[in-house]
């Protein structure tokens, strides 16, 4: 076949050669889509990058998905069959398991959702308006086991924004999967899910999803996690505000102010309106708890911080201070200090633990660190970018934070690894537990009742639940000693007088021939006693 007008051979050739020029073009664009540009943070140079074009890549993309998603499956597997297990085997106390599990039954059951197990009202507690989302589920018949699997799952995933932020950061698939493993493996976050349920735990995952979703410009989805943070306490407040001091600085200056102003404004917003409403006019009951010495308002108590900052610093530098530091940031291999703007998000809530006369709060076994968790590995995964300007320094500085991690579990954990797995800190099953169960039973649905610690996160459905010695003897109750318990609300004793200690005379007292209760069930020590009379 001869071949006429345009279609000569030269013209054929040059057009096979711009297709495939055109093609070749085409594939590299594919290639580098899935690593975005970072205007001011991302890691440059050789960005690893997964092979792309085919099945054989896709598989390959999925793996370390699959492996993040197994990841996070066995935190959730292992520290939610821990703490199923802790609840059923007794091992929460109405300080704190009971006084949430109470107070969003109440709300559940739109009852004035006054708390006896704390004294308060339970905003006047804390602004946990996060727990509104359970009440349904309350409806359902959820308890304190629900509190603690969704507190699981909530700080599992976690895993993933780190992963996210780290993928960007650093590209490729594989490398992130070596910090989101650390962020699951650091100690103070095991710890924080082992002690009973706080919304505090569930700032962690809205805080990290909000600094990803920034440094994408994701604005709309960023106000969604940051308005969830907040609603888990108002503490989140100060994260919040730090968050957009450290936009400011990164040079997003309208996003960055915005956010400061709704950290603050919502921190006033609660402190100054919320909990004094929820509570007859009273401050936040933790001004006067926690911070002896700086005064006995939130405004005496700023001024005091910057007026005696020998003090302060005092404080800071304790050795018992230092210790939390150190827990704080070996098992990230001190690496956040490289990314001291990004680290800001957690320094409010860090200086509030130093400071506190509450020894537990600058203790990283303790809830109080939550936000501390998430800037901490925000600022590691930014340091390990900063640092890491080739791959291979790359990898280095996240096999060094894995290593890091890994020792630090098993030195100071509560997980399975861990050399305090055994020491006694998870429940396990005794056959004195039975006996338990069968004095709970013989309780009325409705009842008031006052019971010892470890067994009043089983009875916290229910109007009038106290822990023993309130309602008599009122102790850790209230913010200043208001709304005192009236004793006729509990018409039950359920107690476990091995536990008794100081309170044994009173209890003496109340079960003698001439006093308010009579015993009907009496095996082991384990005592439930029926109000007979007034008093």
């Known amino acids: 076949m001869r071949l006429v007008g345009p279609y000569t051979p030269a013209v054929i050739t040059r057009s096979r050669a711009f297709a495939q020029s055109f093609w070749r073009a085409r594939t ?3 290639e580098t889509a899935e690593v975005p540009p ?31 998603a197994g990841l996070i499956a066995l935190y959730i597997v292992v520290f939610g069959t821990l703490t199923w297990m802790q609840q059923t085997n007794f091992g929460t106390f109405g300080f704190d398991m009971g006084i949430y599990d109470q107070g969003i039954w109440l709300l559940s059951r739109f009852k004035n959702p006054f708390d006896t197990v704390r004294g308060l009202n339970f905003f006047a507690h804390h602004v946990n308006v996060v727990t509104l989302a359970f009440v349904p589920f309350y409806w359902l018949g959820a308890g304190p086991h629900f509190l603690y699997l969704i507190e699981t799952i909530w700080m599992a995933l976690g895993a993933l924004p780190v992963w996210l932020l780290a993928r960007d950061r650093l590209g490729g698939r594989w490398l992130p999967l070596g910090l989101a493993a650390s962020f699951l493996l650091y100690p103070s976050l095991e710890w924080i899910n082992w002690w009973h349920f706080h919304p505090d735990a569930l700032i962690i995952t809205p805080l990290l999803f909000a600094w990803w979703l920034a440094s994408r410009g994701r604005w ?12 888990c306490k108002e503490d989140a407040a100060l994260a919040v505000a730090a968050l957009g001091l450290a936009l400011m600085f990164r040079g997003r200056r309208r996003a960055g102010a915005l956010t400061c102003v709704a950290g603050v404004g919502w921190f006033l917003l609660a402190t100054k309106v919320i909990i004094p409403i929820a509570n007859g006019g009273s401050s936040p009951f933790y001004v006067r708890e926690l911070f002896p010495g700086f005064g006995d308002s939130l405004s005496a108590i700023a001024v005091n911080l910057v007026t005696h900052p020998g003090r302060f610093f005092s404080l800071v530098t304790q050795p018992d201070r230092l210790t ?10 001190f690496l956040p200090l490289a990314a001291l703007e990004v680290l800001l998000i957690g ?4 200086a509030v633990n130093s400071i506190s006369g509450h020894a537990l709060t600058h203790d990283i076994r303790y809830h109080y660190s939550s936000i501390v968790i998430a800037a901490v590995f925000l600022a590691t995964v930014e340091s390990c970018a900063r640092l ?23 030195a100071w954990s509560p997980s399975p690894i861990g050399t305090h797995y055994r020491s006694g800190i998870w429940a396990v099953a005794q056959p004195r537990h039975q006996l338990l169960r069968d004095a709970l039973a013989m309780v009325p649905a409705g009842a008031g009742v006052s019971a010892t610690y470890n067994l009043v996160p089983h009875l916290t459905h229910r109007v009038h639940i ?8 009122p102790t850790n109750w209230g913010a200043n000693g208001e709304h005192p318990p009236d004793p006729e609300t509990a018409t039950y004793l359920v107690l476990d007088t091995a536990l008794n200690g100081t309170q044994q005379g009173l209890y003496e007292r109340l079960v003698a021939p001439n006093g308010s209760f ?3 069930y009496d095996v082991n020590g384990i005592v439930v006693a029926r109000r007979v009379a007034p008093g």
């Open 28 to 30: 590299r664009a594919v």
């Open 38 to 68: 970072e205007a001011e943070d991302s890691a440059a140079g050789d960005v690893e990058r997964e092979p792309r074009g085919g099945a054989p890549g896709e598989v390959a993309d999925l793996v370390p998905i699959l492996l993040l």
């Open 220 to 231: 709309g989805w960023f106000s969604v996690a940051v308005a969830v943070a907040l609603l």
């Open 324 to 333: 939390y530091y150190r827990q704080l940031l070996v098992p990230v291999a």
């Open 347 to 350: 320094i409010p809530q860090a």
């Open 388 to 410: 890491g300007g080739r791959a291979a320094v790359r990898r280095v500085l996240v096999g060094l934070v894995l290593a890091a991690s890994v020792a630090a579990n098993v």
């Open 466 to 473: 106290y822990e023993f010695p309130n309602p008599w003897v």
């Open 518 to 520: 009579r015993i009907v």
